[in-house]
């Protein structure tokens, strides 16, 4: 059975306008090879309903996990719980659970769990809440859809409560093996490996360090032997090519 | 008139699988904002012709400007060049003149360029090539769509080539403003704020800072004179918060 496969949605102008770095993504995309879930598309829009809607829907039915970064915070900029229901056609509003956990970050809920504040607890119907330990403003799960902060540290938290629901596949592993030459010169008897071994995949990835170019070699798979046979074949390469 | 608009396109498996973190798609988006291009949307797909074809399809008719990463390489995972050429139903082959200034990379082209290496010279029918100064082997342009190198500092040296060559608007101009608090208590003045300025555009973003809760405001427009009173404004509203 092939593993089960993922997309992610980034949500917000500042990835967009370049101020802010993306790195949810990167972060999510090693927990998933970790449990055997295959990242398979990321797609980041800004703060606008209509691109939120269309983006969720074509991902949510393309994959089995979706997980979305960005735009569930107080501010009037944050859209993305409203987004998500209308994507799923439901009904959404401030939720007692999602506010009574929400009334646990603050010394004085009555005064500082303010109306903007209350934004957090909306939730779309029929959706189950996402632990958040670092700041308690929850995010939440409805069909196949997993919402989260944009905040890093917030995101790492969700990310590490929802794994567990997530049902993983065969952990893709894989081994690396560094040339210090241009791949071009690598590129035929890669060929010819990749070829003789379709259930093994091989990536080529060249760097330029210190003005001069490398290639680092990735093959990826299931069976950890079939990769150890594989990057003693590629060291065996390295050896011809680097004394020919 | 509205700025013209721009999508990537980030192409490859160890994107996905989170053995690198891309930064392209920042450095482009710095890029175009100083040159008054809004960058609109941004996505990650494998090493699969089927899924590079589909989101080139979908981007290029829906904005001004694409920008593709990665894949066009010596090696076989770079597949990028051939999926161009599908999704505009054209031809793709050796080009002379992508040929020669790929010769010029190597003291020995004889036996340097070789049958792989020659794939970096495969063009679809139309395109121009873009200008590659760090290792010659070309990008290329065909309609909108800029197909460029993913080794950040390849990808770098195209982006300069190809600025000049895009039509720009006027550049987005932003001032950030930073408090020492959630944004949950600024939330409320802030969107009124936004409200009153409907020319500008307010973003809220917290960060984590040794523990505590941070926000920085960060207001866009075009109007420098509007922005810097929107700063003046929300630095009396700290001040009041803080004093308050």
Do not use: C, W
Not at 51 to 72: H, P, Q
Not at 105 to 115: F, G, I
Not at 137 to 157: D, E, L, R, Y
């Amino acid at each position: 059975m092939p593993n089960p496969t993922a997309a992610m949605l980034v949500i917000g102008d500042e990835i967009l306008s370049g101020r802010t770095q993306d790195t949810n993504t990167n972060h999510l995309a090693k927990k998933l090879t970790e449990i055997g879930v295959a990242l398979r598309e990321v797609r980041v829009v800004g703060d606008e309903a209509e691109e939120i809607i269309a983006a969720v829907n074509a991902l949510r039915v393309k994959y089995d996990y979706v997980v979305t970064s960005g735009g569930i915070g107080p501010t009037h900029d944050d859209i993305t719980a409203d987004a998500i229901a209308a994507a799923f056609g439901v009904g959404i509003d401030v939720r007692e659970d999602a506010r009574t956990i929400l009334a646990t970050n603050y010394k004085n809920p009555d005064v500082e769990l303010n109306e903007m504040r209350l934004r957090m607890a909306r939730i779309p119907d029929g959706a189950t809440l996402i632990d958040n330990p670092v700041s308690k403003a929850p995010g939440f799960k409805i069909g196949n859809v997993h919402v989260m902060a944009g905040v890093p540290s917030v995101f790492h938290a969700m990310v590490d409560s929802v794994l567990p629901t997530l049902v993983g596949g065969q952990p893709l592993l894989s081994v690396s093996v560094r040339f210090d030459m241009p791949e071009g010169e690598i590129a035929a008897p890669l060929a010819t490996m990749a070829k003789a071994n379709p259930d093994l995949s091989f990536g080529s990835y060249p760097f330029v360090k210190d003005g001069r170019f490398g290639t680092n070699i990735v093959v990826r798979g299931f069976d950890q032997a079939a990769l150890d046979r594989a990057a003693l074949d590629l060291e065996v390469l390295r050896d011809r090519l680097t004394s020919g």
